[in-house]
């Protein structure tokens, strides 16, 4: 297993935006806490061409292992994007040495108002669209490019229920596509995820290791907090401070022989910008302290 990050710790959402700190900061800060390994984060906020991006991580000694590709996988006037999209994020990854491309649904609310964007429940045509344009996505990577595709279920998506996150995974194509584990998505929408992992152990190919403040989590549904508001208001914590038990995740991983990369996020949206490094500081050391370093 190797030990990576994600600019989404750093408070990183959006390609640009005026509330996060700039890409050379985040790296900066990266290196500065020690991490070798980080995700590639939204698609645009390393700007510059493949070549360009490896010359910004090389000097900072950093290297890629992830990037993911979110979109509307429903919505067929999103599809040429999308594939455009994960057709570029491909290119990054081979050219830079990275592994995994990591599949995302759009989500359903807008980011700012909160408005709906579509309805949280689709129909069959939809569904069945967002099956077949993630495994058109994870044709690309796998047989286009020799990568590896790590499906997300995702807070504020299509794939967050029980049911639809269960679903998902049952009627997917294996030899297509992993799954991504990310602890604090499948909490926030009532998934353990000590029992999903056992269940899934060896579909996992990409880890996305968060914490969540459960108890926040049952006021959130109480008053119908909505999603960015409750990141914005802290329900995902530093990882050694929240409810879940990570350090039982890493090892029903490691008795799996699990050997991809497990990546400490703490979803932070907007972030000050003196918060993030300490908090990586410190995941690093909780880390060490799992056996991860």
């Not at 750093?10 to 890409?23: E, F, K, L, N, V």
């Not at 459960?214 to 914590?237: D, K």
């Amino acid at each position: 297993m190797q030990l990576a990050t994600a600019p989404v710790s750093w408070g990183i959402r959006y390609p640009t935006d005026q509330q996060q700190m700039s890409w050379r900061n985040c790296l900066d800060e990266m290196a500065a806490a020690g991490f070798v390994w980080t995700e590639l984060g939204p698609p645009g906020f390393i700007p510059g061409s493949s070549e360009e991006i490896g010359i910004e991580l090389q000097i900072r000694q950093l290297r890629l292992c992830a990037a993911s590709v979110q979109g509307s996988l429903a919505d067929p006037k999103n599809n040429r994007d999308i594939i455009l999209a994960t057709t570029h994020a491909c290119d990054a990854l081979a050219s830079l040495g990275g592994s995994t491309l990591v599949i995302i649904d759009g989500r359903y609310s807008d980011r700012l108002s909160t408005d709906p964007l579509s309805q949280p429940i689709v129909n069959e045509e939809s569904w069945l669209r967002i099956m077949q344009t993630a495994h058109d996505m994870a044709q690309i990577a796998v047989h286009e490019y020799g990568l590896q595709a790590a499906f997300h279920p995702h807070t504020d998506t299509h794939i967050e229920t029980p049911e639809n996150t269960y679903r998902f995974l049952e009627e997917m194509d294996n030899t297509l596509l992993g799954i991504c584990l990310d602890t604090g998505h499948l909490a926030y929408c009532g998934i353990d995820p000590i029992e999903f992992t056992k269940r899934y152990i060896h579909q996992i190919s990409h880890v996305h290791l968060k914490n969540i403040d459960l108890s926040f989590r049952e006021r959130v549904l109480s008053n119908r907090i909505p999603y960015v508001e409750a990141v914005a208001q802290g329900i995902f914590t530093n990882p050694q401070a929240g409810s879940l038990d990570l350090q039982e995740i890493v090892r029903l991983l490691e008795v799996s022989k699990y050997d991809g990369f497990i990546v400490m996020e703490q979803d932070m949206y907007p972030a000050p910008s003196d918060k993030p490094l300490p908090i990586a500081i410190e995941t690093k050391k909780f880390m060490s302290e799992l056996g991860l370093i």
